[in-house]
């Protein structure tokens, strides 16, 4: 069973950046790497939106609204996932959630949120004019 735990969320102003990073713990030695990954972030009254995700070593999604400005990418050696999120905008606003499949799936990196089954708690950004 892996555990996911984000952290990096702060306050910044728009056109800052900021890193999020989200650590996997409890999970088999050596699968980390094949697990499907993947960024939402939900704002107050709105939906969870996907983001980002990866799967395996290649296969990344973004959704249109940060293609071009956020980069999700991992370290398998600390098993983290992070999202480096840059030239921010006040609707970037919202609490960032990681959230993982399971080893070797999904396969496709979707944005959906029913495609993954582990989630962290989130971690607050909030954007200012």
């Known amino acids: 069973q892996v555990e996911l735990k984000e952290f990096g969320g702060e306050p910044v102003q728009a056109g800052g950046s900021v890193r999020l990073s989200c650590v996997a713990y409890g999970h088999y030695a050596n699968t980390y790497s094949r697990y499907g990954l993947a960024w939402f972030r939900q704002a107050p009254g709105t939906a969870r939106e996907g983001i980002a995700a990866?799967?395996?070593?290649?296969?990344?999604t973004y959704a249109e609204s940060v293609k071009g400005r956020f980069t999700i990418s991992r370290d398998i050696a600390l098993s983290t996932l992070y999202l480096q999120m840059n030239n921010l905008k006040p609707e970037d606003t919202a609490m960032y959630y990681c959230a993982a499949g399971g080893v070797g799936w999904p396969t496709n990196a979707p944005l959906l949120p029913s495609e993954y089954h582990t989630w962290g708690q989130g971690t607050q950004v909030i954007v200012s004019p």
């Open positions: 990866m799967a395996g070593d290649t296969k990344t």
